[in-house]
């Protein structure tokens, strides 16, 4: 997501008169998030870098990318608040030229134990010449580390990351759950609720799931505080039949079965 004059991609928090051109204007942030939930699924596929996190980061994401050049790849995981929400910052740099592979050989070779090494490759860089890649992942493999995709990481360390996480207990995060999960009406029709307690504080993702495992609905996406909580659902357009309602805490999830008839 840009926001500016030229390359606008018509999706903003701003009101009308901020508008860098008022008739490309789709919708606002959520709008945004909803759209592209349904190609990318998982939020924790998703990382944003943009200028104007102050106004326009969307509710949900967790992880924000600064850089490009190789001077900024080596970082220490940083915490601030954009858009009210609480989102970790990594440095990244592009290895798209041999230089700049050897390059993030040496800053791997100067990384602290609490460094984070980012580096990234688009995927027409890889696609002119996939040698950089390679040659990367391979001085990974000579030097006997393991490697693992983002998803993986994240699914694994959940939110918290670099020294937070080494400080931290993985068991006492495991232990984070949801104590009770409640859907009504159900059958429901136009609408419904979901209701769900929090035994810890943490990041929590509501989605609406149709029987083939694609998400239809996602009403939900924030950092929640310990107690109860409701959610309200809007079900228009969607047709009948079996759907599942998902609540995720982490690595912990509830799920319950409901029904939609028109």
Same mark, same amino acid.
């Given at each position: 997501?840009?926001?500016?004059?030229?390359?606008?991609?018509?999706?903003?928090?701003?009101?009308?008169?901020?508008?860098?051109?008022?008739?490309?204007?789709?919708?606002?942030?959520?709008?945004?998030? =909803?759209?592209?939930?349904?190609?990318?699924?998982?939020?924790?596929?998703?990382?944003?870098?943009?200028?104007?996190?102050?106004? =326009?980061?969307?509710?949900?994401?967790?992880?924000?990318?600064?850089?490009?050049?190789?001077?900024?790849?080596?970082?220490?995981?940083?915490?601030? $608040?954009?858009?009210?929400?609480?989102?970790?910052?990594?440095?990244?740099?592009?290895?798209?030229?041999?230089? /700049?592979?050897?390059?993030?050989?040496?800053?791997?070779?100067?990384?602290?134990?609490?460094? *984070?090494?980012?580096?990234?490759?688009?995927? /027409?860089?890889?696609?002119?010449?996939?040698?950089?890649?390679?040659?990367?992942?391979? %001085?990974? /493999?000579?030097?006997?580390?393991?490697?693992?995709? $983002?998803?993986?990481?994240?699914?694994?360390?959940?939110?918290?990351?670099?020294?937070?996480?080494?400080?931290?207990? $993985?068991?006492?995060?495991?232990?984070?759950?949801?104590?009770?999960?409640?859907?009504?009406?159900?059958? %429901?029709?136009?609408?419904?609720?979901?209701?769900?307690?929090?035994?810890?504080?943490? %990041?929590?993702?509501?989605?609406? *799931?149709?029987?083939?495992?694609? *998400?239809?609905?996602?009403?939900?996406?924030?950092?929640?505080?310990?107690?109860?909580?409701? *959610?309200?659902?809007?079900?228009?357009?969607?047709?009948?039949?079996?759907? %599942?309602? $998902?609540?995720?805490?982490?690595?912990?999830?509830?799920?319950?079965?409901?029904?939609?008839?028109?």
């Amino acid at each position: 997501m840009s926001y500016g004059a030229s390359g606008w991609d018509g999706y903003t928090n701003r009101p009308p008169s901020e508008y860098p051109v008022a008739f490309k204007y789709i919708g606002d942030m959520q709008k945004y998030f =909803d759209l592209f939930s349904r190609l990318a699924g998982d939020f924790l596929l998703w990382t944003l870098c943009t200028k104007d996190s102050e106004h =326009d980061w969307p509710a949900g994401i967790p992880y924000r990318t600064d850089g490009i050049m190789m001077s900024e790849a080596l970082s220490k995981p940083s915490q601030g $608040v954009f858009n009210g929400q609480a989102v970790t910052t990594l440095g990244m740099g592009l290895i798209n030229t041999r230089q /700049k592979v050897d390059s993030a050989k040496i800053l791997y070779a100067a990384a602290g134990a609490e460094d *984070v090494l980012g580096v990234v490759l688009h995927e /027409k860089d890889f696609s002119d010449n996939p040698v950089n890649l390679r040659t990367w992942l391979q %001085f990974l /493999k000579d030097k006997g580390r393991q490697v693992k995709t $983002v998803h993986q990481i994240i699914r694994e360390y959940g939110p918290i990351t670099g020294a937070d996480y080494i400080r931290q207990n $993985v068991a006492s995060r495991a232990n984070q759950g949801i104590a009770l999960l409640e859907f009504y009406p159900n059958p %429901f029709n136009a609408s419904a609720t979901v209701r769900f307690s929090l035994t810890h504080y943490g %990041f929590v993702c509501v989605e609406l *799931v149709d029987s083939n495992g694609r *998400v239809v609905r996602t009403p939900l996406r924030q950092h929640l505080d310990v107690g109860e909580h409701a *959610v309200r659902m809007d079900a228009l357009y969607l047709p009948s039949g079996l759907y %599942f309602m $998902v609540v995720k805490v982490g690595d912990y999830r509830k799920v319950a079965r409901v029904v939609l008839l028109r």
